[in-house]
């Protein structure tokens, strides 16, 4: 029939490239490549950001405030920019392409930045124009294209592709942490301590050199292997339509309108906290921050407020009514016989009229495919925009996680450790936890509950997670602090290398209190800073149970030709997060001086921790009623009332599964 062939057409997704050679095991032939690429970059993203802090004070003479404001806004760069890659991937040039060009770019960022700190050259200005422009660009621009294109290579027709597929979004995210791990346990040393051979002074050039040479090595392994990827093209104008369904449903809906405002307010919020990292007056940079912070969490409430129900998509324009009159009258309109011939004439004669009936279910059919489009990628935005607030949590491993573990008992043998290297416990977590929760957490909770664990149920469990990191967080810096001082054994003993130091000129001087006697370096306290292992520790198995779980549900859920864009605005969230968590910072600031003896860091844990559990009622009420989408096995993604679709739909992977077009019923 000529009426099914259109509406198959225009319900499928884009047709599914094919490769020379299509190979069994897609995950270890195909996929390898891209995760090795995926390791490489986060090993050398890492190396670089590890310590970043201890050189914007102890190279660039900037203060532990300013410098923490440095430190908090860089992920906002870093994940601002994905919304410019997706966007380049998704219209104009596709995943790879978009992946190979910014990937340049960021090579070259990475260069400029260890040329920058080369000892006797170090040029401030060089550094952070690579750091905050060539690195943020290309490394923003990439991440939310590799994800996605690792998808791309499994065809979901086939079931042992299937399974693949969902162990790749696990392994993906075991080579972050794989890549992680080795920055921070080495890279993140290597450039405060030295190693071997090389002196503190030259740590972070090498530290810097390594990871341009990582860098480099990612790009080689990844383009060397292009023949065997599956490559979808840009879409063209996907989302130019899906703005235009937008913009005609503020015609006709208040919703849209709440969402306009929660995105401006997103947006200034954003770029408030940006402008008062730069900012060396630290009333101005007070006020900005606090104000970011504000104008960001209330857009983020907003927002997701107004994509719980999206009925309001499309809504008013007639294309439900015009559908089912369609639906009721495509029997009449159109018919065929075994031989394919319209309307029973044995292929002689054709109806003009049937035709252009037909021509008018086509338009119908792609107006109401636009608005399928439009609906999936905003019933995703509340639990994606929940995961915000993990993301304040997760920052504070590189922010006062950090700072506590400074001020913490850091010796091990006659050396201190880099209290950076305890992000480690945040990697060692993913990596053990993932295949154990895949191989015996998740089968057994299944069991026990007698269905699916699903991808929402185990992001509400990482909200639980996340709070108790926080929790635990701040009972040791209640312990730390009532801890005392290390006795000294030798002159300088008890001092922290990581932490601010008030001069240098008195080294054999141990400071309590920053009263502005010269000689005071910031004293460790009498506790091991292996506690905070603890809360590093369940920082990444929230992750494992947040995160990987967005991952999964930005590429599942989403149309194949809004991916990209769809893991673009995943990664925003993180910037977003960074934006409120500098505000939260500020607004502290007096419970976090140099010295955290004389402060009470524990209030500032005791305030993300309620939000988290606050996230955590929140994320329960609006992902309520949410229904997994349906998989099809022959290639395309059904509407509403066509039977021989619906029959052609695998019903085994989901718990609640839907068809798209019911929501347009």
């Given amino acids: 029939m000529v009426l099914k062939t259109v509406t198959t057409f225009l319900t499928t997704v884009p047709t599914r490239p094919t490769r020379t050679y299509e190979f069994k095991n897609v995950l270890i032939n195909v996929c390898i490549f891209i995760l090795v690429m995926e390791m490489c970059e986060r090993l050398c993203f890492y190396g670089l950001t590890g310590s970043i802090k201890v050189l914007f004070q102890s190279r660039f003479g900037?203060?532990?405030?300013?410098?923490?404001?440095?430190?908090?806004?860089?992920?906002?760069?870093?994940?601002?920019?994905?919304?410019?890659?997706?966007?380049?991937?998704?219209?104009?040039?596709?995943?790879?392409?978009?992946?190979?060009?910014?990937?340049?770019?960021?090579?070259?960022?990475?260069?400029?930045?260890?040329?920058?700190?080369?000892?006797?050259?170090?040029?401030?200005?060089?550094?952070?124009?690579?750091?905050?422009?060539?690195?943020?660009?290309?490394?923003?621009?990439?991440?939310?294209?590799?994800?996605?294109?690792?998808?791309?290579?499994?065809?979901?027709?086939?079931?042992?592709?299937?399974?693949?597929?969902?162990?790749?979004?696990?392994?993906?995210?075991?080579?972050?942490?794989?890549?992680?791990?080795?920055?921070?346990?080495?890279?993140?040393?290597?450039?405060?301590?030295?190693?071997?051979?090389?002196?503190?002074?030259?740590?972070?050039?090498?530290?810097?050199?390594?990871?341009?040479?990582?860098?480099?090595?990612?790009?080689?392994?990844?383009?060397?292997?292009?023949?065997?990827?599956?490559?979808?093209?840009?879409?063209?104008?996907?989302?130019?339509?899906?703005?235009?369904?937008?913009?005609?449903?503020?015609?006709?809906?208040?919703?849209?309108?709440?969402?306009?405002?929660?995105?401006?307010?997103?947006?200034?919020?954003?770029?408030?906290?940006?402008?008062?990292?730069?900012?060396?007056?630290?009333?101005?940079?007070?006020?900005?921050?606090?104000?970011?912070?504000?104008?960001?969490?209330?857009?983020?409430?907003?927002?997701?407020?107004?994509?719980?129900?999206?009925?309001?998509?499309?809504?008013?324009?007639?294309?439900?009514?015009?559908?089912?009159?369609?639906?009721?009258?495509?029997?009449?309109?159109?018919?065929?016989?075994?031989?394919?011939?319209?309307?029973?004439?044995?292929?002689?004669?054709?109806?003009?009229?049937?035709?252009?009936?037909?021509?008018?279910?086509?338009?119908?059919?792609?107006?109401?495919?636009?608005?399928?489009?439009?609906?999936?990628?905003?019933?995703?935005?509340?639990?994606v925009l929940c995961a915000t607030s993990f993301w304040v949590a997760y920052g504070q491993m590189s922010g006062n996680f950090y700072a506590q573990s400074c001020q913490m008992d850091l010796r091990v043998g006659s050396s201190q450790l880099n209290a950076a290297v305890l992000n480690v416990g945040d990697c060692i977590a993913i990596v053990v936890c993932i295949p154990l929760f895949d191989t015996f957490l998740y089968p057994l909770i299944e069991r026990v509950k007698g269905s699916k664990f699903t991808l929402l149920q185990k992001m509400a469990s990482g909200f639980v997670v996340s709070t108790l990191a926080l929790l635990a967080a701040a009972f040791i810096e209640i312990k730390r602090r009532d801890s005392g001082v290390p006795d000294f054994m030798s002159p300088g003993a008890s001092y922290s290398n990581c932490a601010p130091v008030y001069s240098d000129s008195n080294p054999d001087t141990c400071a309590q209190d920053d009263s502005g006697f010269l000689g005071k370096k910031t004293c460790m306290s009498n506790m091991s800073v292996f506690w905070m292992a603890i809360p590093y520790f369940l920082i990444g198995v929230s992750e494992c149970l947040i995160s990987v779980q967005v991952y999964e549900l930005c590429y599942t859920e989403i149309p194949v030709e809004m991916r990209s864009s769809a893991q673009a605005i995943n990664l925003f969230t993180t910037g977003l997060a960074s934006a409120i968590a500098a505000g939260l910072t500020v607004a502290f600031q007096v419970d976090i001086p140099n010295d955290l003896n004389k402060g009470h860091l524990e209030r500032v844990y005791f305030t993300i921790a309620a939000i988290q559990f606050l996230t955590f009622l929140i994320f329960i009420y609006v992902t309520r009623n949410f229904e997994y989408k349906k998989v099809a096995t022959n290639g395309f993604q059904p509407l509403a009332g066509d039977s021989e679709s619906k029959e052609a739909i695998d019903q085994s992977f989901f718990e609640k599964p839907r068809d798209i077009g019911e929501a347009e019923a």
């Avoid at 009936?357 to 608005?371: L, M």
């Fill in 62 to 383: 900037y203060t532990s405030f300013q410098a923490s404001a440095l430190t908090n806004v860089l992920p906002s760069f870093v994940y601002l920019t994905p919304l410019l890659g997706g966007y380049v991937a998704d219209e104009y040039w596709g995943r790879f392409k978009t992946i190979a060009v910014f990937g340049i770019v960021y090579l070259a960022g990475v260069s400029i930045m260890s040329y920058s700190v080369y000892p006797g050259r170090e040029n401030k200005d060089l550094f952070l124009m690579a750091c905050f422009g060539l690195l943020a660009l290309g490394s923003g621009g990439i991440k939310a294209n590799v994800v996605t294109l690792g998808g791309d290579q499994f065809d979901d027709k086939n079931p042992v592709h299937v399974q693949q597929k969902e162990a790749f979004f696990n392994y993906f995210y075991w080579a972050i942490n794989i890549g992680a791990g080795v920055s921070y346990g080495y890279l993140a040393q290597m450039a405060t301590n030295g190693s071997g051979d090389i002196s503190p002074e030259y740590g972070f050039f090498w530290s810097f050199t390594i990871c341009s040479i990582a860098l480099g090595m990612a790009l080689v392994v990844f383009l060397g292997a292009s023949s065997r990827y599956i490559m979808y093209p840009a879409s063209g104008g996907t989302m130019g339509i899906f703005f235009q369904v937008f913009k005609d449903s503020l015609r006709t809906s208040w919703e849209p309108w709440g969402i306009a405002l929660g995105l401006v307010l997103m947006i200034t919020g954003f770029v408030l906290s940006v402008s008062g990292a730069f900012v060396q007056d630290d009333a101005t940079n007070k006020n900005l921050a606090i104000a970011g912070c504000a104008n960001a969490g209330a857009g983020v409430l907003l927002t997701g407020a107004m994509c719980v129900d999206t009925s309001w998509v499309g809504a008013g324009k007639g294309y439900e009514r015009v559908s089912e009159e369609l639906d009721e009258k495509s029997p009449d309109i159109l018919s065929s016989n075994e031989n394919g011939s319209i309307d029973g004439s044995n292929g002689e004669n054709t109806s003009k009229s049937n035709l252009e009936a037909a021509g008018s279910h086509e338009r119908q059919v792609e107006n109401s495919h636009d608005i399928a489009n439009a609906k999936e990628l905003w019933r995703v935005m509340p639990p």
